[in-house]
Each structure stands twice: as structure tokens, then as C-alpha cells.
């Protein structure tokens, strides 16, 4: 694997769900800047789902932070409710609440804080940039 250096890209995002697809486009263009090509679907999809939830589940706004630290790239979403995100454990196919189920399959791990205790939380999933074997 080569060497890559570090680097961190913001998106600031209006309560819209236009901006999902606005940040997936900018996502893709940063991957594919940085040589990152393998990571852009599963990318796509994760930056989805996590801001996705922050535009469902709030009133304010939101922000995508894309992250390259050594072998790792993460993406996280912050957003203006303190509330922990749930799995639901009985997801309906047809209807919203899969989108964690789809994080925790596809990410190699996520997580998620309280930021300055009370104005909202921060949503993360990691995906190496290494290949994993099948």
C-alpha cells in the first residue's frame, strides 16, 4: 500500500434533501481526486444513509465530514438532535428504518457521540482503503 497523507474535507448542509444528493456528488469527486476509486459506491451509500437519518430526523442543519487518516477513511454526519441512533430491530423492507442495518453491514465500524453535550450528535462509519478479501 502507498503512503497517503492525511486529509479532511466539511460539508455544511441546509435542512434540504437535495443537499444528499449535492454531498454524493462532491463525495465522489474527492475520491476520485484523492485515487480512491474503489471506495466510491460503498462511500456513496454510507454518506447516504447518515445524512439521510440527519436531514429525516431533525429540523436543522447538517454536515458531512470526509476523512483520510493513514489507512483508514471515515465519513460522519452531524446533526442538531442529541438523540442516539437506534437499529431497529425489526426493520420493514418497505418502508424507512434500514439505514444503520446497511451502515453496520457495510462499514468496517461506526459509531456515534454527543457533541458539547446537548447541540447534537455525530454519526461516523470507517471503510479501509485496503481491499478486504472475499
Given amino acids: ?9 466539511t460539508l455544511h448542509i441546509p435542512h434540504d434533501p437535495r443537499a444528499v444528493g449535492i454531498c454524493r456528488r462532491a463525495l465522489r469527486d474527492i475520491l476520485t481526486t484523492h485515487g480512491l476509486p474503489a471506495l466510491l459506491d460503498p462511500a456513496e451509500l454510507l ?31 452531524w446533526d442538531s438532535d442529541p438523540t442516539p441512533p437506534t437499529i431497529n430491530p425489526h426493520p420493514d423492507p418497505t418502508e424507512s428504518g434500514r439505514g444503520l442495518h446497511l451502515i453496520d453491514a457495510y462499514a468496517d465500524d461506526w459509531g456515534w457521540f454527543a457533541v458539547n453535550g446537548s447541540y447534537g450528535k455525530y454519526v461516523w462509519c470507517e471503510l479501509g ?6
Fill in 1 to 9: 500500500m502507498r503512503n497517503r497523507p492525511d486529509w479532511e474535507y
Fill in 47 to 77: 454518506a447516504s444513509e447518515l445524512l439521510g437519518n440527519a436531514i429525516r430526523h431533525t429540523a436543522g442543519p447538517a454536515s458531512l465530514k470526509i476523512r483520510q487518516s493513514g489507512p483508514s477513511f471515515r465519513l460522519g454526519a
Fill in 129 to 134: 482503503t485496503t481491499s478486504k478479501p472475499d
